[in-house]
């Protein structure tokens, strides 16, 4: 029986990309402003499209952006090469600066929730609920990611969040683009099916 290699191609593309972040980065590590500035050139509209896309408000997307952009500036030398590229280590730091601000608002909106004592209309009622469903569907979303693949999260963050096409997303990870979509396919199944799967298990959905 014929067998066949299912092991990606190298990239020179994405090779040669990665070896001129790291530059980019190592003189970001060595107080070079012009790298820092073609860096943030280069990943920050990617980056504020993760951010956006978790929070759902500019002014705090844009806020994270800058916090995250001068925690490179200040630490650079920390960055790794052997654990990931210098585009998966940007929107991880992007992606966890935006959960803690989720998580900083919803416990200021449940504090405030408290201090306004009880409710006094119908409406102020949904209001709540609403918001109380929301915040749960958005852990569940952040928990159902968190259990995919690491290969299935990495193309679905960089495409759904960080709003990248899927050829742009081959190209940064250099996986063809065949696998890419599969990935991406696999991975939404398996997202759709922990989501249906929680909100059963609290109740939010009837029939079979």
Known sequence: MITTSMRAEPNPVSDLQDRRDRDLVAGVAEGDRSAFSELYRRYSPAALGLALRILGEQAMAEEVLQEVFLSVWRRASGFDPARGSVRSWLFA????????VVRREEAERRRHSVNLGPVGTEQAVEDVIEESWLAARRRQIRAALGALPDEQRQVIEMAYFGGLTQSQVAAATGAPLGTVKSR???GMRRLRQALVASAREDGWTTGG
């Open 184 to 186: 991406t396919l696999a």
């Open 93 to 100: 730091q992007i992606h966890h600066r935006a959960v803690d």
